[in-house]
């Protein structure tokens, strides 16, 4: 039980850390336009751990010049507490911040019972923003006794976009230095990725080794009481170092041994709750077709190269596809599309995009198509998702390729993903 003194001298202490944001340069989000601070409905920005949702949410407060309180429950001075303390963290921020109308709990999945708190909120006309990095403990819960009264708002770490505009690269000009750098820019994120501490820390490795370890053992391990430990973490580590590739949970559960293919489903779950991975549905007509052979993808590419042993550096054609996974995640979440990727008669095509049941792009993904059998084998793809699903507006993304083409009497875009972006 923490006690009211030492409880105000931590949210005192957070309240001037939200403070000291406004002297930094933030980058504004896209989802921030998704955030309706003045719903009924809780507003809740779920997503990997420093993918700045806090920052994303602290701005869409900020720029509507509303007045909230802030929690951050991640603060290792309120590890343990419980449910019923809930009431009097609420009596100390107002003590801290006056009267408020609007109050941002951040991370406040690890306390067991808060949806509760969170219900008596809201039926107290309370406008509430929540981030969380567990989709199933956020979303399952609020599903469970919120009865629909909130919003689900998906975050991921910066795009190819944001990271230009945090260092200060010109994503609109066309001139050939603009061009160069812009190119020199997408090399970077390439290799670093999305995650925006990135940008200001040397030791990259730490980070992200440090990020991964505390997503496995803090997130997971501890709140699903994993027995095996190491077993699960060598799988993980194996998924992050295979990916993109189809979850096969028979070979998993023989070659980590694992007692039945129940666990290893649920340990591959497990990572995709906390983001760590994210799953792509084959594309069918009938739905219970797509709920086997799913294809994981890392969350971004520093998990894929900047851990201890990862072996995906060098793969450029694994790295791109992530990319463009991830971008195209935020582009259909805004617009309320799906994505689902492409196998049958032998070829491949690694995305389309879906409303309802109707595709609406094919997406193919190659890193380098000069060769004239990679290009061949890539159109093919793209033609084949076409005849199949009839759907005529596709495009092949390269890392540098600009080019309109026709393929056996299909029209396909060729264009450099950098661009695309």
Same mark, same amino acid.
């Given at each position: 039980? *923490?006690?009211?003194?030492?409880?105000?001298?931590?949210?005192?202490?957070?309240?001037?850390?939200?403070?000291?944001?406004?002297?930094?340069?933030?980058?504004?989000?896209?989802?921030?336009? =998704?955030?309706?601070?003045?719903?009924?409905?809780?507003?809740?920005?779920?997503?990997?751990?420093?993918?700045?949702? @806090?920052?994303?949410?602290?701005?869409?407060?900020?720029?509507? /010049?509303?007045?909230?309180?802030?929690?951050?429950?991640?603060?290792?001075?309120? @590890?343990?507490?419980?449910?019923?303390?809930?009431?009097?963290?609420?009596?100390?921020?107002?003590?801290?911040?006056?009267? %408020?109308?609007?109050?941002? =709990?951040?991370?406040?999945?690890? *306390?067991?019972?808060?949806?509760?708190?969170?219900?008596?909120?809201?039926?107290?006309?309370?406008? #509430?923003?929540?981030?969380?990095?567990?989709?199933?403990?956020?979303?399952?819960?609020?599903?469970?006794?919120?009865?629909?009264?909130?919003?689900?708002?998906?975050?991921?770490?910066? @795009?190819?976009?944001? %990271?230009?505009?945090?260092?200060?690269?010109?994503?609109?000009?066309?001139?050939?230095?603009?061009?160069?750098?812009?190119?020199?820019?997408?090399?970077?994120?390439?290799?670093?990725?999305?995650?925006?501490?990135?940008?200001? *820390? &040397?030791?990259?490795?730490?980070?992200?080794?440090?990020?991964?370890?505390?997503?496995?053992?803090?997130? *997971? &391990?501890?709140?699903?009481?994993? #027995?095996?430990?190491?077993?699960?973490?060598?799988?993980?580590?194996?998924?992050?170092?295979?990916?993109?590739?189809?979850?096969?949970?028979?070979?998993?559960?023989?070659?980590?041994?694992?007692?039945?293919?129940?666990?290893?489903?649920?340990?591959?779950?497990?990572?995709?709750?906390?983001?760590?991975?994210?799953?792509? @549905?084959?594309?069918?007509?009938?739905?219970?077709?797509?709920? #086997?052979?799913?294809?994981?993808?890392?969350?971004?590419?520093?998990?894929?190269?900047?851990?201890?042993?990862?072996?995906?550096?060098?793969?450029? /054609?694994?790295?791109?596809?992530?990319?463009?996974?991830?971008?195209?995640?935020?582009?259909?979440?805004?617009? /309320?599309?799906?994505?689902?990727?492409?196998?049958?008669?032998?070829?491949?095509?690694? %995305?389309?995009?879906?409303?309802?049941?109707?595709?609406?792009?094919?997406?193919?993904?190659?890193?380098?198509?000069?060769?004239?059998?990679?290009?061949?084998?890539?159109?093919?793809?793209?033609?084949?998702?076409?005849?199949?699903?009839?759907?005529?507006?596709?495009?092949?993304?390269?890392?540098?390729?600009?080019?309109?083409?026709? %393929?056996?009497?299909?029209?396909?875009?060729?264009?450099?993903?950098?661009?695309?972006?």
């Amino acid at each position: 039980m *923490i006690d009211a003194r030492t409880l105000e001298a931590i949210l005192s202490d957070q309240k001037a850390e939200l403070e000291a944001r406004q002297q930094e340069t933030l980058c504004h989000r896209p989802e921030e336009s =998704l955030v309706e601070i003045n719903s009924p409905q809780a507003q809740v920005v779920i997503g990997v751990r420093r993918s700045g949702k @806090s920052t994303m949410c602290y701005q869409a407060l900020t720029q509507r /010049g509303v007045h909230f309180a802030y929690v951050d429950f991640d603060d290792e001075r309120l @590890s343990g507490m419980k449910a019923d303390q809930l009431n009097d963290v609420l009596e100390v921020l107002y003590k801290i911040y006056g009267d %408020f109308q609007y109050l941002f =709990l951040d991370e406040i999945q690890d *306390i067991e019972g808060w949806h509760l708190f969170v219900n008596r909120l809201l039926r107290q006309k309370m406008h #509430v923003i929540i981030t969380g990095s567990n989709a199933k403990l956020l979303s399952g819960e609020l599903a469970t006794h919120l009865t629909g009264r909130n919003k689900e708002i998906a975050l991921y770490p910066f @795009s190819f976009q944001e %990271f230009c505009e945090m260092k200060g690269v010109d994503i609109k000009s066309v001139t050939t230095k603009a061009t160069a750098f812009r190119r020199a820019a997408f090399d970077e994120y390439m290799q670093q990725g999305g995650f925006p501490e990135l940008l200001i *820390i &040397e030791d990259k490795r730490h980070y992200i080794n440090t990020l991964v370890d505390n997503i496995l053992k803090r997130d *997971i &391990e501890q709140r699903y009481k994993i #027995v095996y430990k190491a077993a699960f973490e060598q799988m993980a580590h194996h998924l992050l170092n295979i990916s993109p590739s189809i979850a096969a949970t028979q070979e998993l559960t023989d070659l980590f041994h694992f007692k039945s293919l129940h666990t290893t489903k649920n340990y591959i779950d497990y990572l995709k709750q906390a983001y760590l991975l994210i799953g792509v @549905s084959k594309y069918a007509t009938k739905s219970k077709l797509r709920i #086997v052979q799913e294809k994981l993808y890392a969350v971004d590419v520093a998990m894929m190269n900047m851990r201890e042993n990862a072996f995906s550096a060098e793969n450029l /054609g694994w790295r791109l596809e992530t990319i463009v996974l991830i971008q195209l995640l935020r582009k259909c979440k805004l617009n /309320g599309w799906d994505i689902c990727y492409f196998k049958d008669r032998g070829s491949e095509c690694d %995305f389309l995009v879906c409303k309802g049941n109707q595709v609406q792009q094919c997406i193919q993904v190659s890193y380098d198509i000069s060769s004239e059998k990679t290009r061949k084998r890539e159109l093919k793809g793209l033609k084949t998702a076409a005849q199949i699903t009839g759907c005529k507006n596709l495009l092949l993304l390269t890392d540098h390729e600009y080019e309109d083409s026709t %393929f056996e009497g299909f029209d396909i875009l060729i264009r450099p993903v950098h661009e695309w972006q």
